[in-house]
T-cell receptor
């Protein structure tokens, strides 16, 4: 079936604006992760959902960042009052369940540029 | 917090060479992932390990839980293997993955 889909693939916004990034996980995958990758760095964890609930949001950098997954499938990462330092590739991954035998499937990411 | 270190950071080799990329971590984990990222591309999961060794084609991944160390090997390397290889660990108190900074591999024809 289809893989993890992220939209948009690219987003350019002005400093101070609000943005939403969308992730469509593989159908039936209950675990969903958001990561952020800055240029030349490895990805860093933002938030993890198990079903509809945010099981771990310890990676969100501050209260401008928020993510939802209201029906346990599609997730939206929301960034308020964007800053230039928010520019990065935002990656989404899903797996069938949290655990040692559940490989991750990554989307192609959304490249966010804040000008 | 788990500290994940990869070595080398950059590696250039000739086609056909045997490649080894290393990963070490500081806190016990439930699983370790090896990921591949092509320039401008998405991330592809190569292996997920919790113990022992896995092989897929020309790729081999091993993990030593006691030593907190894993290696990714590529046999008969090919230019299409050129990519960034990222080690990521799961568990050790965190739900999300903790990533290494990646190893940038270039295989020259």
């Amino acid at each position: 079936g289809a893989g993890v889909s992220q939209t948009p693939s690219n987003k350019v916004t002005e400093k101070g604006k609000y943005v939403e990034l969308r992730c469509d996980p593989i159908s039936g995958h209950t675990a969903l992760y958001w990561y952020r990758q800055s240029l030349g760095q490895g990805p860093e964890f933002l938030i993890y959902f198990q079903g509809t609930g945010a099981a771990d949001d310890s990676g969100l950098p501050n209260d401008r960042f928020f993510a939802v997954r209201p029906e346990g499938s599609v997730s939206t990462l929301k960034i308020q009052r964007t800053e230039r330092g928010d520019s990065a590739v935002y990656l989404c991954a899903s797996s069938s369940q949290k655990g040692r035998d559940s490989p991750l499937h990554f989307g192609n990411g959304t490249r966010l540029t804040v000008t | 917090k788990n500290e994940v270190e990869q070595s080398p950071q950059n590696l250039t080799a000739q086609e056909g060479e045997f490649i080894t990329i290393n990963c070490s971590y500081s806190v016990g984990i439930s699983a370790l992932h090896w990921l591949q990222q092509h320039p401008g591309g998405g991330i592809v999961s190569l292996f997920m390990l919790s113990s022992g060794k896995k092989k897929h084609g020309r790729l081999i991944a091993t993990i030593n839980i006691q030593e907190k160390h894993s290696s990714l090997h590529i046999t008969a390397s090919h230019p299409r293997d050129s990519a960034v290889y990222i080690c990521a660990v799961q568990g050790g108190g965190a739900d999300g993955l903790t990533f290494g900074k990646g190893t940038h591999l270039i295989i020259q024809p």
